[in-house]
């Protein structure tokens, strides 16, 4: 274009190339050998540690009574033969079905709740309190209610789940809304985009990063909660989840049973956050710059 | 140089925006704090004019109301159109990447889908910026965000962009380089531009007319018609003449509000 020739001088592209260059971080993969010592050698580390001092307890007969401290072995025994009779997958599915469902409730629910209590005055002023207030009632506490109300089934199981993880969902959607730097919201006025155009572009993507950590709270509430009902509503008919093999365990006085069934709730519950939280909230937080590679 | 989605100035138009006695006043402590008083400014099709004063001076306010953003208490606006606005913050959205912004831009101004990417692409070589389309912005240099920022303004088409102060958190060097940008683009647009600063000598670097507003409350203190031809450098002698003629008239104002 020839107006460009007369109205710039000649070497602003060359030196704007060459700023671009300089100010452009550089970035490029974590090599592997570097993650593998990072992160995955001391979580290990500290595995072998407790094993270490489990075993030696029982080896130097410091703990000496089975019915208290079962030893490693017998634990891995009580894995082994689960899975040999094909109960484990059972177990393990019972609970996660209940959970992820009861979870993707509490998201339906708390969702639009949480955008109601934060755009609307009215009902943040009316609601908003007991809301984060219910953030700090243990959930367990709606477990009698909702088996009066619900008897001993699944919906009861569902509505403990949702009592616990939808004031988080609704809380962690708020303090997103909130955060929300005013500068979009001008930016995206002048755009045109007001109203639900607004909130739909500008509005919910911004808010993502709260509305994750809400999420992740939400989901560790809901798994506390459902396995609180679990131990305390006992039914034949309501299949056997992980807080049931738990109580079993207990009845029958086998405490390698108690301790499989403590170790699958805890390793089902940070399986979920690690194979789903977690990548999720990196992902959101990388994609904004607001993760820096330590 | 693809420029043919880019508005021309419509000759039939008198004035790309039209300030007749403007003024605003927001409650404050001792009752309404008046924050510009009687404003009238016209700025012409394809003019280029920046709007100079101290701290104080209602710049940004100025500019809202331009934007339409907020409404005067008294007086009337009138646009071709609604503006673009360029902030100081570049005012991206850090979960789109530079190319996704601009489409952003074009989808909410009612651009079909299937044009949107190839109007991105062309606006990002207009900021010479070729191949950033998927470039996320916390990847960007400052200098690189706001020609991301200048090619999202464009892209809403309106024929008068205002800038505030959009250049002032960017180092010595790549401030030089986006002057030169922005006045190569806008000889090649054609667009009208209202540009807040407060610094004289990027003002006269950029404008073909400065008006220089008084502080507290904001008033027409002055006008300079700036006929340098461009390109201009900002260490050019007619450019220092001329900001430090300005930059007087400026102290003088400055120095009213310590008397009392």
Redesign the interface.
């Known amino acids: ?1 020839a ?2 020739e ?4 000649p070497e ?2 060359s ?3 060459g ?2 260059a ?4 550089q ?1 490029g993969r974590t090599p592997f050998r570097k993650t593998f010592v990072d992160k995955i050698v001391p979580p290990i580390t500290a595995i072998v540690v407790v094993l270490v001092v489990w075993q030696g307890l029982i080896s130097l007969k410091i703990v000496d009574d089975p019915t208290k401290l079962p030893s490693p072995s017998a634990v891995w025994d009580a894995f082994r033969n689960d899975w040999l009779q094909g109960k484990l997958l059972g177990y393990i599915w019972t609970s996660v079905s209940r959970g992820l469902l009861g979870f993707g409730f509490a998201l339906l629910i708390g969702t639009p709740l949480g955008l109601l209590v934060g755009r609307v005055r009215f009902v943040r002023a009316a609601i908003g309190p007991i809301l984060s207030g219910l953030q700090s009632l243990p959930s367990v506490a709606w477990v009698p209610p909702a088996v009066v109300w619900f008897g001993l089934n699944n919906s009861m199981m569902y509505a403990v789940i949702l009592l616990g993880a939808v004031p988080s969902i609704a809380n962690g959607l708020v303090s997103g809304v909130d955060q929300v730097p005013p ?2 919201l ?2 995206g ?5 007001t109203g639900l ?1 607004g909130t739909w ?2 509005t919910l ?2 808010a ?1 990063p709260g509305y994750v950590a809400g999420m992740k709270q939400g989901w560790a509430f809901s798994w506390r909660s459902l396995m609180a009902a679990e131990i305390i509503a006992q039914f034949p008919d309501l299949g056997v989840g992980l807080g049931q093999l738990l109580e079993n365990g207990r009845t029958a006085s086998d405490m390698a049973m108690v301790f499989e069934a403590i170790l699958l709730i805890l390793f089902v519950g940070i399986a979920i956050d690690l194979l789903i939280f977690s990548p999720l909230e990196r992902w ?1 937080l990388r ?4 993760l820096v590679k330590s | 140089m693809a420029t043919t989605t880019l508005t021309k100035a419509d000759p039939s138009v008198e004035y790309a925006a039209r300030l007749e006695h403007v003024s605003k006043s927001y409650p404050g402590p001792g009752g309404q704090q008046l924050v510009l008083d009687d404003i009238s400014l016209d700025v012409a099709p394809g003019e280029f004019v920046t709007l100079l004063g101290a701290s104080g001076c209602g710049k940004s306010t100025l500019l809202n109301l331009v934007a339409g953003l907020d409404r005067p208490t008294a007086g009337s606006i009138s646009t071709d159109g609604r503006p673009a606005l360029m902030f100081q913050e570049h005012a991206l959205l850090p979960w789109l990447s530079a190319g996704k912004n601009i489409e952003l831009a074009l989808k909410l101004r009612g651009v079909p889908k299937p044009e949107r990417r190839g109007k991105a692409e062309e606006l990002l070589e207009l900021v010479r910026l070729k191949g950033a389309h998927g470039k996320r912005v916390h990847e960007l240099s400052g200098g690189m965000r706001q020609r991301v920022a200048m090619a999202r303004a464009l892209a809403q088409e309106s024929s008068l962009l205002l800038m505030d102060e959009p250049f002032a958190a960017l180092d010595a060097i790549t401030r030089d380089v986006l002057h030169d940008e922005l006045t190569r683009i806008w000889a090649e647009t054609g667009l009208s531009v209202l540009f807040v600063t407060h610094n004289v000598r990027e003002a006269v670097r950029l404008a073909q007319r400065v008006v220089l507003l008084s502080s507290r409350p904001g008033r027409v203190a002055r006008e300079w018609e700036v006929d340098i031809p461009q390109p201009r450098r900002i260490e050019d002698a007619p450019v220092a003449e001329l900001s430090l003629e300005i930059t007087e008239v400026l102290r003088g104002e400055i120095r009213r509000h310590g008397q009392h």
């Open positions: 274009m107006s460009t007369t109205t710039t001088a602003t592209g030196v704007e190339a700023l671009d300089l100010e452009t971080a970035s500068l979009f001008r930016a006025r002048t755009m045109g985009a155009k572009h500008i993507p911004a993502l959101v994609s904004r710059g607001l």
